[in-house]
Each structure stands twice: as C-alpha cells, then as structure tokens.
C-alpha cells in the first residue's frame, strides 16, 4: 500500500560531506576525539592513531587526514549541529570526490586550502575549503593532491576531487 498524505522528502542536490559521484574512493574508520560534534565535509586532522579532530591554527599539511564523509545512519537532532558524534567512529574521505562548504566563490581547478585560522585568531568554522591562503581568521593550509572540480559563484558548497592517504 502506498503512503498517502503527510509524507515528504526533501533532498538538496548536494550536502556537506557528500559523496559526488561513483568514482573510485576511499574512506577509513577514525574515532571522534575532538570532545565536540566535527561537522560533516570539513578537513580534519589525525589524532593518534585511530582518531580524528579539527583542524586548528597548529594543523600542518601532513596531519590533514581527509574529509569527514556524511553519514546517513546517524540520528541528528533538529537544531543541532549535524556530524560525527562525540567519541563515536565516523568515516574520512581520504581519496575521492566530495562536497565541501567552502569560505567564498571558486573556479574548477583552483587548489584547495583547509581554513585553520591563525594562532590568536582562531578560525570560525575550522576545516571548510578554500581557494587560497587566506589571512588571521580565514589563513588556511594548502591540501597537496586536492582541487576544486566545479566553479560557483558564492560561499556555499563545492565539489572537491582529493587524494591525500590518510
């Protein structure tokens, strides 16, 4: 029997952390550690061996592990900031295509940077994208082996083609 009445999905064309396409991709498994909720489609950073945590004004290249990939198995709570849970695994994109919200406008082909912010000067949303280096709060970290795919004309959300390990 069909639903009748009430019922509606709503789906953007594309979200934060989001999986682009079928291309190849590889994902880990990291632990949570960061005390917080880590939103989904921001760069994040190693912690130790088998965890994750933002990225902050002390994250170099090298401790960039990948992008925190949406996960639809997860309850979210209205209003509440959707991401990995605290103390919880979640899954890093480390190879791939993905969805990023990113700082302001970018052109297909740009590098990409991971807003870490500046010491004293912390970044208001650690880890989002873009398309330079930026300065104090919005100084950013240069992502080796990621690019911007497409082209938009604003801050929002942007598809990102990486390759970075984990």
């Given at each position: 029997?069909?639903?009748?009445?009430?019922?509606?999905?709503?789906?953007?064309?594309?979200?934060?952390?989001?999986?682009v396409d079928?291309?190849?991709?590889?994902?880990?498994?990291?632990?949570?550690?960061?005390?917080?909720?880590?939103?989904?489609?921001?760069?994040?950073?190693?912690?130790?061996?088998?965890?994750?945590?933002?990225?902050?004004?002390?994250?170099?290249?090298?401790?960039?592990?990948?992008?925190?990939?949406?996960?639809?198995?997860?309850?979210?709570?209205?209003?509440?900031?959707?991401?990995?849970?605290?103390?919880?695994?979640?899954?890093?994109?480390?190879?791939?295509?993905?969805?990023?919200?990113?700082?302001?406008?970018?052109?297909?082909?740009?590098?990409?940077?991971?807003?870490?912010?500046?010491?004293?000067?912390?970044?208001?949303?650690?880890?989002?994208?873009?398309?330079?280096?930026?300065?104090?709060?919005?100084?950013?970290?240069?992502?080796?082996?990621?690019?911007?795919?497409?082209t938009?004309?604003?801050?929002?959300?942007?598809?990102?083609?990486?390759?970075?390990?984990?």
């Amino acid at each position: 029997m069909p639903i009748t009445g009430g019922y509606t999905l709503n789906h953007g064309d594309r979200y934060a952390g989001m999986v682009v396409d079928a291309q190849v991709n590889n994902s880990v498994s990291k632990l949570n550690k960061s005390g917080a909720v880590v939103p989904w489609g921001v760069f994040v950073a190693r912690d130790g061996d088998d965890g994750f945590a933002p990225v902050t004004d002390t994250t170099t290249a090298a401790n960039v592990i990948g992008v925190l990939r949406r996960e639809l198995n997860r309850a979210q709570v209205d209003g509440e900031t959707g991401g990995a849970p605290v103390d919880r695994d979640a899954t890093v994109l480390t190879a791939g295509t993905i969805y990023v919200p990113t700082l302001g406008a970018v052109v297909a082909g740009q590098p990409v940077y991971a807003v870490i912010g500046a010491a004293g000067t912390p970044a208001a949303n650690p880890g989002i994208a873009n398309n330079a280096a930026g300065a104090t709060a919005t100084l950013g970290v240069l992502i080796p082996g990621a690019k911007f795919i497409e082209t938009t004309s604003a801050a929002g959300i942007a598809a990102v083609s990486l390759v970075i390990g984990g």
